[in-house]
């Protein structure tokens, strides 16, 4: 194993933790039904719905991409993180664990992404 940028990778397959992501949804699961919206923020963007959580990641899907070009490392930290987070509520609001993400970019790793796409 070999170390890329903080990462241990294999020849195979990279590394991946992703125990701060399933903590993180855990703990989202957990405010989803619990408590009222004036003291949970996920449990308030639950309450606006799926359209509200869904401009939730647009935002920060644009806010990442203007941190991006502006080029400030931390920035570009800072909004994917806002940005993953929002990913998460996505993923609670369907009961789909990242494990399932996880998986399918195992299934694809390898595979152009030409050839992915016309795999479709």
């Known amino acids: 194993m070999k170390m890329e940028n903080g990462m241990a990778t294999s020849a ?6 992703q125990d701060i992501l399933d903590a993180v949804y855990q703990i989202i699961q957990q405010r989803k039904s619990q408590g009222d919206g004036e003291q949970s923020y996920v449990k308030s ?3 606006k719905g ?7 990641i647009g935002e920060e899907a644009t806010e990442t991409a203007v941190a991006g070009k502006g080029g400030d490392r931390d920035e570009v930290v800072y909004e994917v993180t806002d940005l993953l987070f929002h990913v ?3 993923l ?6 990242p494990e399932t993400i996880f998986a399918e970019l195992s299934r694809r790793f390898g ?3 030409i050839e ?3 795999n479709r």
Do not use: H, R, W
Not at 12 to 17: E, K, R, T
Not at 50 to 56: F, N, R, T
């Open 111 to 113: 595979m152009s992404g």
């Open 45 to 47: 963007l639950y309450d």
């Open 12 to 17: 195979q397959q990279p590394a991946v933790s």
């Open 92 to 97: 609670g609001y369907y009961d789909l664990p």
């Open 50 to 56: 799926l359209d509200k959580i869904l401009s939730k």
């Open 88 to 90: 998460l509520v996505l």
């Open 116 to 118: 992915e796409k016309a």
